[in-house]
């Protein structure tokens, strides 16, 4: 099948939002959303993006029986190594159902990692749940390691209370 | 023991040098730092910083034989969540062995999560070793979640020649 990937614009925020949430229903999180198309336009498309997006787009004549053409999108944005330098992270990597099989997900991996390495970065990061083997497959078949299994990295987390906790036993200056 | 934290400088990239290879001597992996502090200076100094930094002090009279003043940093960046809005990842937070046990990592911490609640980051994340059984209880003291262990969140990296082939791989514009 025929495809495009090109930079997400403010207009495809709505395109965006809904594969956020199918993302996260797949991950079976979708209480956890709580970005709006809005939140998304102000966050990655003013002054000082938060992030970087992608967005692959099929032709008119295959476009989704509610009328999307849009279906897959790559959201990352770039982070830094003490021991490397400039890196990349991919935050989320989609492609709707019916559209997989077709070198979508591969062509925006790519484009994220030629993204990447056009700005000098050194390593491209993600995550992926230990139960969504089609992920972690994918990512094995293009040269990819899992450091939680080769080095034992754990990620962490603090948020809400944890968060307001730490923040309020900052030292004043 | 009396300790100040402020914003790092150029001037303490060689000090922060210093502790990055330590702290990586600390994780077994010392052959992995490749960054210099010149680099560091240019990639956190100069326009749009890829990472911010903060730094411990002690006062003169507690110096190591060295002559080192600066004994801890923090060193963390703006992320993004597409579920739950802007985020901090701290990279690295380090203090000195004889400097412990004095509220060092805890005042570099929580100036780093009162830094995130100013901007508007609603989250706070970080990576240990699994075997780094202080760390993680140090972070789950203060109200951390371990996603690897509580979601099964992996972390998986591309470098060097799985990265360069994908960049390769990308589709033409």
């Given at each position: 099948m025929n495809f495009k990937i090109r930079p997400a614009t403010k207009a495809d925020c709505k395109d965006v939002s809904r594969m956020i949430m199918e993302l996260a229903m797949f991950e079976k999180m979708p209480d956890q959303v709580k970005i709006s198309p809005e939140e998304l336009e102000r966050d990655g498309f003013d002054?000082?993006?938060f992030f970087q997006c992608l967005v692959a787009e099929v032709p008119k004549e295959h476009?989704?029986?509610?009328?999307?053409?849009?279906v897959g999108y790559a959201l990352y944005f770039y982070t830094y190594s003490t021991w490397k330098g400039p890196s990349l992270y991919l935050e989320d990597l989609y492609v709707m159902p019916d559209f997989r099989g077709n070198g979508i997900g591969k062509g925006l991996l790519s484009k994220v990692a030629e993204t990447g390495k056009r700005k000098q970065c050194v390593r491209l990061q993600l995550s992926v749940l230990d139960w969504n083997t089609a992920a972690r497959d994918f990512y094995k078949s293009k040269g990819a390691e899992d450091l939680t299994v080769s080095e034992g990295w754990h990620v962490i987390r603090f948020m809400d209370q944890s968060l307001e906790n730490l923040a309020n036993g900052a030292p004043k200056d």
């Open positions: 002054q000082n993006p476009q989704t029986k509610e009328g999307f053409t849009v």
